[in-house]
């Protein structure tokens, strides 16, 4: 096991062993452990209590952060000439069809977000296993296969992210920056757990938010109460 560094012990002593602390007092606590000389990323994991193995226990949505990610999300958009304006016109880093079909086969994924409309759909089958793995695959569940592509592009823009859980049964999201105020921080922390207990899949029994931790990119994780949220 790889020894802490004089700031990670630092940081782990201000955060205190076995308490699970209520979300406000979790934000707080973030920032000061944050020791970081860059603007870490604040992230959220949730363990939840399903077995993602079975279709009707998938987890899986969308939700818009009142404050944002704090991170100016790159998206392309592959679209026919008709909406090209529409889609430069809210904000979309990329716009085209073709070109940029040919440039994801030859490996270019430098982008956040993806958003097409359903008559492309057919040309990104085949690079499923590029996009996958990345999570760039569009999907009309997350709002990313729509004819409304100027909309998609502006709420991907403003704070829209999508989220899944994996195979262990965790929800992992990123959720803002350190240089957020505590408050901001707790209220797109809320605003994706509260999101998460209306996904309850109803085949899903027993405790369903198992536990919650707030970390930044370089700090300890801060356990939440999960009764408290």
């Known amino acids: 096991?790889?020894?802490?560094?004089?700031?990670?012990?630092?940081?782990?002593?201000?955060?205190?062993?076995?308490?699970?602390?209520?979300?406000?007092?979790?934000?707080?606590?973030?920032?000061?452990?944050?020791?970081?000389?860059?603007?870490?990323?604040?992230?959220?994991?949730?363990?939840?209590?399903?077995?993602?193995?079975?279709?009707?226990?998938?987890?899986?949505?969308?939700?818009?952060?009142?404050?944002?990610t704090g991170k100016d999300m790159k998206v392309l958009a592959l679209v026919t000439p008709d909406k090209e304006a529409e889609a430069k016109a809210a904000g979309a880093d990329f716009v085209g069809l073709d070109d940029y079909l040919q440039k994801i086969k030859d490996g270019w994924t430098d982008v956040d977000v993806i958003i097409t409309m359903p008559a492309v759909m057919g040309k990104l089958g085949p690079l499923g296993r590029i996009l996958g793995p990345r999570g760039l695959m569009p999907n009309p569940k997350t709002g990313t296969v729509t004819m409304e592509v100027g909309k998609a592009v502006q709420e991907v823009k403003s704070g829209k992210i999508d989220f899944k859980v994996d195979k262990t049964g965790?929800?992992?999201?990123?959720?803002?920056?350190?240089?957020?105020?505590?408050?901001?921080?707790?209220?797109?922390?809320?605003?994706?757990?509260?999101?998460?207990?209306?996904?309850?899949?109803?085949?899903?029994?027993?405790?369903?938010i198992k536990s919650i931790h707030l970390s930044s990119t370089m700090s300890p994780a801060i356990a939440l109460d999960p009764k408290a949220v």
């Open 170 to 208: 965790i929800v992992h999201a990123g959720i803002g920056k350190v240089s957020f105020d505590a408050n901001k921080i707790a209220e797109n922390a809320s605003e994706i757990i509260q999101t998460l207990i209306k996904l309850k899949p109803t085949a899903a029994k027993g405790t369903y």
């Open 1 to 68: 096991m790889a020894k802490l560094t004089k700031k990670q012990k630092v940081a782990a002593a201000k955060i205190e062993k076995n308490k699970l602390y209520n979300l406000a007092d979790a934000s707080s606590l973030l920032k000061e452990v944050a020791y970081a000389k860059f603007d870490e990323s604040v992230d959220i994991a949730v363990k939840l209590g399903v077995d993602p193995r079975k279709a009707n226990q998938m987890v899986r949505g969308v939700v818009t952060l009142p404050h944002g």
